[in-house]
C-alpha cells in the first residue's frame, strides 16, 4: 500500500511541478527565485492558509523577485520524503516537526515528548529561547535551515472506534502515530502498538482496520476526515505540536542577504497567523465533527502523564534538558 501510495504522490508531484514551471513560462519567469513549500495538511488547514500569506507577503516585498509556490495535500510527497529532498540543496521545503531531525541532533526530538508544555504561549517560548537556537545552528551544518518553528498544530488526541475511559482501554489497540522515535516510544508507554503510516494512508488504513486507530490533532483529524472512520476523540493531550518551517541550507545561502533576512521575519510572522487560525478553529472543527457523530471524551490524564513521565528516560540528555525547559517556561 505504502508503495503504491509513493509511486502516487510522486506522479502527483511532478504533475503540480510541471505546471507551475509552464505557469512561470506564460508569465514570463519573472522570479529570479522560486522556493516550494510542501505540507501534507490540505488546502482548508489554517498553517496552508499561513503558508499562502507567506507567499504573498514575499511576493509583495521583492515585487515578484522571490516566489514562493505551495503544495498542500502532500503534493510533493510524504513529509520523510521531502525531508531528504531538502537536505540535496532542492529549493524545496516543508512544514515538519523536530522529531525528523533526532537522527542528526537527538536534542532536539524533546519537543515531540509527551506534556513537554502545556499552551502555545509555552511552545512560542521553548522555540524561541537561546536554547532552540543552538540546536537550529547546528542543524545548518547537516544542510538544514530552520527558518522558524513557532507553526501550532494543537494538541494530539486518540481517534478510536472503541471508547477510551482510561489507558487500559487502549492497551493492545495497532495506533498509527508519526515516525518520530519520542512519538512512537509514547504510544508504546500508553500501552498501544505504534505504526508509522504516511498522513495520506490513515484514512483507509483505519477504514481496512490495518490499524485501530490514531493519535492525531484535532484540525488533522477534521481536515482528513479522519471522523468518517472513527467514532471517538478522545482529549490525552499528550503532545502539544509545534512545527517548522525547513528549507535547504545551500539553497538558503544562495539568496541574496536581505532576502535571507526578509524569509525569516515573514515566516515568524506567517507562523503566528497561522497559529492563531488554528486555535480560532478547533473549537469550529470540534463542532462539526459532533455533529456528524463524533463523541468527544474528557478523562483523567494522571496516569497518563505518569507514563509520559517515563519516556524521558528513554531518551539521552531528556531529564536535564526538561530541566532547562522548565526554567524557560516558568514551570
Known sequence: MKKMFTVVMMIAAMAAVNAAGSKDKATGGKASYVLKLSYVQNEEDPLTKGLYKLAESIKTATKGDFEIQVFPSGLLGDTADVVEQVKTGSNIGLLTDAGRFSGNLIEIGILDAPYLFDTYEEGNKIVQSDLFKSWTDRLQKDGYRVCSFNWYQGARNFITNKPIKSMADLKGLKIRTGSSPVWQATVDAFGCKPT?????????????????????????TYGLKLYEVTKYITRTQHFQLMTGLVVSE?????????????????????????????????????AEMVKAGTVINEIDLAEFKAAGNKVYAKFSGFADIKKQIDKIIGK
Open 196 to 220: 508509522s503510516l504516511a498522513q495520506g494512508e490513515v484514512y483507509s488504513a483505519i477504514q481496512q482496520k490495518v490499524v485501530d486507530g490514531a493519535e492525531q490533532q484535532d484540525m488533522a
Open 250 to 286: 545551500s539553497w538558503f545561502q544562495k539568496l541574496p542577504e536581505s532576502y535571507r533576512k526578509l524569509l525569516i521575519e515573514e515566516s515568524i510572522k506567517a507562523g503566528e497567523y497561522a497559529s492563531n487560525l488554528t486555535m480560532q478553529n478547533i473549537k469550529r472543527a470540534d
